[in-house]
């Protein structure tokens, strides 16, 4: 009775083993590493939608104004991101991947003075196209009907 008991024991592990090495899978190569550094916004685009369709992003400023922006991102979750015109605006950033064919993100949300990152109820998610550790495309949908058209912006991090 033990030596079964030992036996459905180990089965069990087995099976969380191969379960935990399959989400890992699911990243497709992207890893919460490679989003750590000092990121620079080069370029704003536009898929199936009209450029001047978007007159905000973030709640806070027009796509181009993004354009420069330098986004610091520590290991530890804490950032901050900084407009050409020296608007600064401190996040708490994270990488989001469900799995279950659901696209991996990268999602934030806005931390002002005094706020607990946990009762910051509002933020952002914008699919990640590509994150090689150097370039990063991210996409933030924008619903058209019933599709989605997306603002998409292109980074490149400093020190590489």
Not at 51 to 65: E, H, L, S, Y
Not at 102 to 126: C, N, T
């Amino acid at each position: 009775m033990y030596k079964r008991f030992q036996f459905t024991a180990l089965i069990l592990f087995v099976l969380i083993l191969v379960d935990s090495c399959t989400v890992v899978n699911k990243t497709a190569g992207v890893d919460r590493s490679k989003f750590v550094g000092t990121w620079t916004l080069n370029n704003v685009g536009y898929q199936s939608l009209i450029g001047n369709a978007v007159t905000k992003v973030f709640d806070q400023a027009p796509p181009a104004d993004f354009i420069g922006s330098t986004w610091i991102l520590t290991n530890s979750g804490n950032g901050q991101y900084t407009l050409a015109n020296g608007t600064s605006q401190s996040i708490y950033w994270s990488y989001y991947n469900p799995g279950n064919g659901v696209e991996p993100a990268f999602q934030f949300k806005k931390i002002y003075q005094g706020d607990k990152v946990k009762d910051v109820d509002s933020g952002y998610r914008l699919n990640i196209s590509s994150n090689d550790g150097a370039t990063m495309v991210l996409k933030s949908p924008v619903a058209i009907g019933n599709s989605n058209g997306y603002v998409v912006y292109t980074f490149t991090k400093k020190g590489n």
